[in-house]
């Protein structure tokens, strides 16, 4: 099956500083990638949609100027965190489309991030 | 999206099947039904997909009323390796990105 890594796993980091999180499509490519966030005890949320060549499109609600997404290459999609605090402590989940058409393509989910901001 | 509606959690017996229910009455007639799961502190898995036929493949079953409006997860013979959240999604027409409800806890027993 299709395999879509993040890096890193796992990541620490102290409020107000920035961190990256990558999604890769291992043995796919992908045009378009999204970025889920889930917190404790939660269902996944999408936050954006990271298109190649183009802006990403964020849903309501999310700051696009804290979570800034490039989608770099066509098995590369990064969302980076801005001036992270607390409530940003999260787990994010990417994921790629990939298979039939763009109405019955099954998405693969990367293994996800999880943030602590102290 | 069509709003789906699952149980919160359900038990079964390792070696026995695994009967997941999900209500879809709002489903629209090319809006596809989806299952995923999540193993704790994990990203989703895909399992199954379909549209108005049953489905089989290596890991579950999709059984789709006739009308639609509710359809039927089945694992064959669940194991431990199974314990996880399932979601239940219909597919939005022209819409890729996936809305996850709740889903189901499903605990397998030993």
């Known amino acids: 099956g299709a395999v879509v890594s993040q890096h890193p796993s796992w990541v620490i980091c102290k409020s107000g500083t920035s961190v990256k999180i990558e999604c890769r499509s291992l043995d796919f490519q992908a045009t378009t990638m999204f970025w889920y966030r889930q917190f404790p005890k939660q269902s996944l949320m999408l936050m954006a949609t990271?298109?190649?060549?183009?802006?990403?499109?964020?849903e309501q609600g999310v700051e696009k100027d804290k979570f800034l997404i490039n989608h770099a290459s066509l098995t590369l999609s990064t969302l980076t965190v801005t001036s992270a605090h607390p409530e940003d402590s999260s787990f994010y989940i990417c994921?790629?489309?990939?298979?039939?058409?763009?109405?019955?393509?099954?998405?693969?989910f990367g293994p996800g991030t999880r943030l602590t901001v102290l | 999206d069509a709003k789906t509606t699952q149980p919160p959690s359900m038990d079964c017996a390792e070696g026995r099947a695994a009967n997941l229910p999900c209500n879809h009455s709002t489903i629209s007639g090319n809006e596809y039904v989806y299952w995923y799961r999540q193993i704790h502190s994990q990203g989703p898995q895909y399992i199954i997909h379909g549209l108005k036929n049953n489905e089989t493949n290596e890991m579950a079953s999709l059984i789709i009323t006739e009308d639609r409006k509710s359809s039927t997860l089945i694992l064959p013979h669940a194991t431990l390796r199974d314990t996880a959240v399932y979601y239940c999604?219909?597919?939005?027409?022209?819409?890729?990105?996936?809305?996850f409800g709740s889903g189901t806890r499903l605990q397998v027993q030993p």
């Open positions: 994921s790629a489309p990939l298979g039939g058409t763009t109405r019955t393509d099954t998405q693969y």
């Open positions: 999604i219909v597919r939005a027409t022209g819409r890729r990105a996936l809305t």
């Open positions: 990271s298109n190649e060549g183009s802006k990403a499109t964020y």
